[in-house]
């Protein structure tokens, strides 16, 4: 018997190891997860596909609120405490449309991108973070370190507040 529970409580405690909590996640030197607690029920701002994938690019109540005032068209800046998030998926060919849609199929990363300019004044005010999801695990890892990993890149859109992702018409 007492080998018995010692087996269950092995295979039990793994398996506890097993379901991570994604909110307990942080980059190193970066920024946390639990940063932005609610996004998967912040408002769509546009989609996006790339060879491999599928992006949904969302923001919160703040950043959307600006781009409906039209910024960064109308020469502002995103407030302070605008969030966005990319969630991105690996693509697939949907099998129940009659015609030809791709479709989201596993859960690649989901970045996020913060405007706190107290916070993060060497990077414009935004910092940024990554994290992949590993599927079999059921895991989110950082895949970069500190708050300035996207900055290099979103410096091509300095004048558009290093952000990429326009607010389409709807």
């Known amino acids: 018997i007492a080998v018995s529970l010692a087996v269950l409580f092995a ?11 994604r ?13 932005f607690r609610g ?7 546009a989609v996006s596909q790339t060879e491999n994938g599928l992006k949904v ?13 039209g910024t960064p068209g109308n020469g502002k800046k995103f407030p302070e405490g605008s969030k966005i998030v990319k969630i991105e998926w690996s693509a697939k060919k949907s099998a129940e449309s009659p015609y030809f849609v791709m479709v989201p199929d596993i859960l690649k990363s989901v970045s996020f991108i913060e405007k706190d300019s ?14 992949t999801y590993d599927a079999a ?18 410096t091509a859109v300095a004048k558009k507040d290093y952000i990429f992702t326009a607010y389409p018409l709807r």
């Open 11 to 21: 295979v039990l405690g793994g398996m506890a190891v097993a379901a991570q909590d």
């Open 23 to 35: 909110f307990t996640v942080k980059v190193p030197n970066g920024i946390a997860f639990s940063d």
């Open 39 to 45: 996004y998967e029920n912040w408002q769509n701002v």
């Open 57 to 69: 690019i969302a923001a919160n109540t703040a950043m959307i609120n600006a781009y409906r005032q």
């Open 118 to 131: 107290k916070r993060f004044p060497e990077t414009n005010g935004w910092a940024f973070a990554q994290f």
């Open 137 to 154: 695990s059921d895991t989110f890892k950082p895949s970069v370190s500190g708050t300035a990993c996207g900055y290099a890149c979103h």
